[in-house]
């Protein structure tokens, strides 16, 4: 475990690097799967003061336990198959681009991505829960950090996903991304504006 965690502390200074070095030391499926249950488990860890704060605002019998058991099985059960179709989904995309690492190398970076998210998101949580607790206007604070650590996690990404595909510029992915997270965001967006209001 010391060994995982300074190979992610490396990764926050060097992402390609690391991404290197995990694909050298032989990555295989059952790893993979430990590193998602990981980090599943720590970005559960993170929403559940999100999940607490909603679960307060609903009139229904033990909202707290339901809102507990919905993001326990969302995050150890649907969580991990999503993300096996988004790596696959994310190679398909690549190979359009000259991606050569094929499904399992993108499954590595999506996974390993995700490990290197989950830190991130206890620090941003932490850092809410702390702002709320000393200053009037941690919810502008915490939105500006979740911002940050997104953008951040998205060079993460991109730089693991270029070294595990064969992509000589991590800034090209980067910026492919950004587009997609972006448009993905605004269609989003949109929708949840025009969905009609029931009740």
Known sequence: MAGLAGAIARAYRDPRGAMAREIA???????????????????LVASLPNAVRAARALDIDQPLAGAVSAHLFGYL??????????????????????????????????????????PLALAVTFARLLGEAAFDGAPTIGRLLGYAAMAYWL?????????????????????????????????????????????
């Open 25 to 43: 030391a032989g990555l295989t499926d059952a790893r993979l799967l430990a590193w998602l249950f990981m980090a599943c488990g720590m970005g």
């Open 77 to 118: 059960f649907v969580a991990p198959l999503l993300v096996y179709g988004v790596a696959a989904l994310a190679h398909l995309v690549g190979r359009a681009f000259g991606a050569t690492g094929g499904y399992f190398g993108a499954r590595a970076a999506v996974i390993w991505s995700l490990l290197l998210a989950g």
């Open 155 to 199: 060079w993460l990404f991109a730089a693991s996903f270029a070294e595990a595909e064969g992509f000589p510029a991590t800034g090209r992915v980067a910026l492919v991304l950004g587009l997609l997270f972006a448009g993905l965001s605004v269609s989003v967006s949109l929708l949840l504006r025009g969905a009609p209001v029931t009740g």
